[in-house]
């Protein structure tokens, strides 16, 4: 019934929100635990573009889904077939923005830990981008491999080869509130580090 699924979303929320904050805390704590690797943390410019890339990163990760209420599961999680902002730039805009992020974290800190976490993280997202291209090729058939052939998942591949047209004036697709929150959430955090960094270590975990 309505009510027993909305029963299982709220418990699905609470329990994997602080699953989530675990893992993050844990990372934190354990990042440099590894074998060593390489290090390259004293060549010039490697810093800053490790930072870029990281802001970049979440500019994909996150906005791709636009109903932040469905990822925390309190409204009903819905198939979304989107082809606008960042689905024009790739059709797998979380995977892409996994692989942003974990290069330069792998790069900065460059030891096993590290990678593995890389590895891990990317094969997740792999799978996810697989299942859902299945999950929307069996629910909308032809329209979703028209939209499939509009768009990549190289990143602008699809605008670049002009498999895909945007309209005039698309840029302004980006003008929504998940990309300017995350903009702002970004700059936040890059302040915020010390502080996240700190109270991570305060968990011991």
């Known amino acids: 019934t309505q009510e027993t699924e909305r029963v299982w979303?709220?418990?699905?929320?609470?329990?994997?929100?602080?699953?989530?904050?675990?893992c993050?805390?844990?990372?934190?704590?354990?990042?440099?635990?590894?074998?060593?690797?390489?290090?390259?943390?004293?060549v010039p410019g490697v810093k800053a573009s490790c930072w870029i890339s990281s802001f970049v990163s979440f500019w994909f990760l996150y906005p791709s889904t636009?109903?932040?209420?469905?990822v925390a599961a309190v409204d009903k999680p819905k198939f979304h077939m989107w082809e606008t902002g960042i689905m024009r730039v790739t059709r797998h805009p979380q995977m892409v923005g996994q692989l942003i992020w974990c290069l330069p974290h792998?790069?900065?800190?460059g030891n096993s830990f590290m990678v593995a976490t890389s590895l891990g993280l990317m094969a997740h997202h792999a799978l996810g981008a697989w299942h859902g291209d299945r999950r929307l090729r069996t629910r909308y058939g032809e329209a979703f491999e028209e939209v499939r052939a509009r768009t990549s998942v190289v990143p602008f591949a699809a605008l670049l080869d002009g498999r895909q047209q945007p309209p005039e004036g698309w840029l302004l697709e980006f003008a929504r509130a998940p990309y300017i929150a995350i903009t702002v959430g970004t700059v936040a955090a890059y302040?915020?580090?010390?502080?996240?960094?700190?109270?991570?270590?305060?968990?011991?975990?």
């Open 9 to 22: 979303r709220v418990f699905f929320g609470v329990v994997s929100l602080p699953l989530a904050v675990s």
């Open 66 to 70: 636009f109903n932040l209420l469905e």
């Open 106 to 109: 792998t790069l900065w800190i």
């Open 24 to 42: 993050v805390v844990f990372f934190i704590n354990h990042r440099y635990d590894g074998v060593p690797l390489w290090d390259f943390k004293l």
């Open 191 to 205: 302040f915020a580090h010390p502080l996240l960094e700190g109270g991570a270590t305060l968990l011991k975990w």
